[in-house]
């Protein structure tokens, strides 16, 4: 008797919650776009029934003006529901931080650049995203942090 096959299927793929907000509109429209952007990525992982898992990436963008003053703010949160199995705890838990935003990522982007571009902005196309670099940056302040205490 071999392992049990490895299996990783994306099986639902959704938006969970969106919101656009342009408060200063269109007072905004007349200024220079030289926005000040802040950018927050944020990872949820749901265990479902049956080896499924659902994975929620939200994004939000929060364009402020030069004075400080809030010109949107954009959060989407794209879900997607994926059947793994034959997987260790730990592949498990890394497949679930990296594998499943990467392919959650250019979804979310396509999505805020369409919403930023029906706000009357200019395109906002997000930079890709390290998930692989930011799951190892963690395991280290975890290994850190355990160490000290």
Same mark, same amino acid.
């Given at each position: 008797?071999?392992?049990?096959? &490895?299996?990783?299927? /994306?099986?639902? /793929? !959704?938006?969970?919650? /969106?919101?656009?907000?342009?408060?200063?509109?269109?007072?905004?429209?007349?200024?220079?776009?030289?926005?000040?952007?802040?950018?927050?990525? @944020?990872?949820? &992982? @749901?265990?479902?029934?049956?080896?499924? !898992?659902?994975?929620?990436? &939200?994004?939000? #963008?929060?364009?402020?003006?030069?004075?400080?003053?809030?010109?949107?703010?954009?959060?989407?949160?794209?879900?997607? #529901?994926?059947?793994?199995?034959?997987?260790?705890?730990?592949?498990?838990?890394?497949?679930? +931080?990296?594998?499943?935003?990467?392919?959650? $990522?250019? !979804?979310?982007?396509?999505?805020?650049?369409?919403?930023? #571009?029906?706000?009357?902005?200019?395109?906002?196309?997000?930079?890709?995203?390290? $998930?692989?670099?930011? $799951?190892?940056?963690?395991?280290?302040? @975890?290994?850190?942090? +355990?160490?000290?205490?």
């Amino acid at each position: 008797m071999g392992n049990p096959p &490895t299996e990783f299927v /994306l099986e639902r /793929l !959704y938006i969970r919650d /969106l919101s656009f907000e342009s408060p200063r509109a269109p007072e905004s429209f007349r200024e220079q776009w030289q926005p000040q952007l802040q950018l927050d990525l @944020n990872t949820r &992982t @749901n265990g479902l029934n049956d080896e499924r !898992y659902e994975v929620v990436l &939200t994004v939000t #963008v929060h364009a402020k003006s030069a004075a400080g003053q809030t010109i949107m703010i954009v959060e989407v949160q794209q879900g997607g #529901v994926f059947r793994i199995r034959g997987l260790s705890e730990d592949q498990l838990r890394r497949v679930l +931080a990296t594998n499943c935003p990467s392919i959650l $990522f250019p !979804y979310i982007r396509e999505t805020i650049d369409t919403l930023v #571009v029906k706000g009357g902005f200019p395109p906002l196309m997000l930079a890709p995203v390290n $998930f692989e670099g930011m $799951f190892e940056e963690a395991l280290k302040r @975890n290994q850190q942090s +355990a160490v000290q205490h």
